[in-house]
Nanobody
């Protein structure tokens, strides 16, 4: 079992930045691929980014490439999402997820553990 807790969400103006954190507890953090997903009102949950177990590999949705950066600190059992140049369309609840695999996935069904989510609201 892995318990995930996100933090760092809030209200920010368009063009601003936020840094989300996701603290993990339970099983060995470095055994898991970590991902960030988001869900806007009335929309399905969508992939944002993911990072491999070592942090050497990452993947990003086209909509956030060049603006968002995922990183992890396995010593602190934490994964981060740095979000820059935020747009109103980035407004959503952001979820951290863990996948017990060597391989990054963009599919929500392939992640076993989820946090409760943190709200990000970007005002235009």
């Amino acid at each position: 079992q892995v318990h995930l807790v996100e933090s760092g969400g809030g209200l920010v103006q368009a063009g601003g930045s936020l840094r989300l954190s996701c603290a993990a507890s339970g099983r060995t953090f470095s055994y898991y691929v970590m991902g960030w997903f988001r869900q806007a009102p009335g929309k399905e949950r969508e992939f944002v980014t993911a990072i491999s177990r070592s942090g050497a590999s990452t993947d990003y949705a086209d909509s956030v490439k060049g603006r968002f950066t995922i990183s992890r600190d396995n010593a602190k059992n934490t994964v981060y999402l740095q979000m820059n140049s935020l747009k109103s369309e980035d407004t959503a609840v952001y979820y951290c997820a863990a996948r017990g695999s060597w391989f990054i996935s963009t599919r929500t069904l392939e992640y076993e553990y989820w946090g409760q989510g943190t709200q990000v609201t970007v005002s235009s």
